[in-house]
């Protein structure tokens, strides 16, 4: 599956934990779209907005009704989102792909990105192979 990161600029001064969550959860993501999806690309939109840090991942698979369909890997998402007192929801439809999407408020001492430096273009990492 193809894999293309969005990421705006920000300082990335944040704690090990809002790390470890941000890291675990795109992992998740996407290891469930390799898995269960079908998906041939796959898309990961990260920016900070608002004193938080906001990650998307969405795929072009076969998508799925969540309301009928989540399991142990979705709820230790949501559970990891919600110990940093974040949001998740997950957008999905039979036939339509799907989109995870998780806000993590970051602590009052970090420093926006914006703030820092002025460069606040969007920039793309090309699509990557991954297993």
């Known amino acids: 599956m193809a894999v293309a990161v969005v990421a705006e600029s920000f300082v990335d001064d944040i704690p090990e934990e809002h790390r470890t969550c941000v890291f675990r959860v795109v992992q ?3 290891r469930n779209s390799v898995r269960h999806s079908g998906a041939l690309q796959a898309r990961v939109f990260v920016r ?3 004193g938080s840090l906001r990650l998307s991942v969405q795929d072009d698979g076969k ?6 369909e989540k399991g142990l890997g979705i709820l230790g ?5 919600m110990s940093l007192s974040g949001t998740m929801t997950l957008d999905s ?8 999407t998780f806000n993590i408020p970051l602590p009052r001492d970090h420093r926006s990105g914006k703030t ?5 273009r969007i ?3 090309r699509p990557f192979r991954t297993a």
């Open 28 to 30: 998740e993501a996407l």
């Open 123 to 125: 920039q793309e990492i």
């Open 77 to 81: 998402m949501q559970e990891r989102v």
């Open 63 to 68: 998508g799925f009704a969540p309301s009928l």
């Open 116 to 120: 820092v430096s002025s460069d606040t």
């Open 48 to 50: 900070e907005e608002n």
């Open 93 to 100: 439809k039979p036939g339509r792909g799907t989109a995870l």
